[in-house]
């Protein structure tokens, strides 16, 4: 069974400084995606960053990065100057064909607190 | 603009009662899906559905049921068969098949508590 683990329940960070967020995942799949969700007090899941596993270049999206490391199934979020509104919830999620669908399996998220 | 409704934002459920959640997308994807999520658990799967008049059990679907008689549309109805079900339900759509892959779009959730 596939599983994902987001060890940290609950980080800080202060702001304009940088933060890495935790996420290890077990599949015996080779073809799969992973993906970084926000959660803000809106509720709406906000997709921050997608990785392709068979792209060995991290993905990055403007202050938010990956550190995908496939041999040791680890996928860590890093957010460099870190804002007010980063303060969400963040999920971790693996996704991969299941017989013609491709679902999700979600971490239990990492709650994030940007302090001023 | 595009996106996904879910309605009411907020749902009060009495004992013995069953009650529909509404999930309404003009984003034109063929993908539906309903989400629970509980506090350190994460969301899990309740149903989804690839396409009209079908749909399939999640990893959670006992006392919860579902309907896709239109394309745009993916209501929840939770039963009283459901033990517990005071949780934040999300619903999400996609593109169907491997464009799934690309990431849901999710709408803003509907808080339901029994009283």
């Known amino acids: 069974a596939q599983t994902v683990t987001q060890s940290q329940p609950e980080m800080s960070v202060q702001e304009a400084e940088t933060v890495t967020l935790s996420c290890t995942y077990d599949?015996?799949?080779?073809?799969?995606?992973l993906f970084w969700y926000k959660q803000p007090p809106s509720r709406q899941m906000i997709l921050v960053i997608r990785?392709?596993?068979?792209?060995?270049q991290n993905a990055t999206e403007n202050r938010f990065s990956v550190n995908f490391q496939k041999a040791a199934k680890s996928f860590s979020l890093k957010i460099s100057d870190s804002q007010l509104g980063d303060t969400a919830m963040y999920f971790c999620?693996?996704?991969?064909?299941?017989?013609?669908?491709?679902?999700?399996?979600f971490g239990t998220g990492t709650r994030l607190k940007v302090l001023a | 603009d595009g996106g996904i409704t879910q309605s009411p934002k907020y749902l009060f459920r009495k004992e013995g009662q069953n009650v529909t959640l509404s999930c309404e997308q003009n984003?034109?994807?063929?993908?539906m899906y309903w989400y629970r999520q509980d506090p350190g658990q994460g969301l899990r799967l309740i149903y989804y559905?690839?396409?009209?008049?079908?749909?399939q059990k999640g990893d959670i679907a006992e006392g919860y049921s579902v309907s896709r008689e239109k394309k745009e549309s993916f209501p929840l109805t939770v039963t009283s068969a459901q033990k517990n079900p005071t949780a934040f339900y999300l619903c999400?759509?996609?593109?169907?098949?491997?464009?799934?892959?690309?990431?849901?779009?999710f709408g803003s959730g509907t808080r339901l508590t029994v009283v």
């Open positions: 599949t015996s799949e080779n073809n799969y995606y």
């Open positions: 984003l034109n994807h063929d993908a």
């Open positions: 999400a759509s996609s593109i169907r098949g491997q464009g799934a892959n690309y990431g849901y779009t």
């Open positions: 559905s690839q396409i009209v008049n079908d749909f």
């Open positions: 990785q392709e596993a068979y792209k060995q």
């Open positions: 999620a693996f996704m991969t064909d299941t017989s013609g669908t491709y679902k999700y399996i």
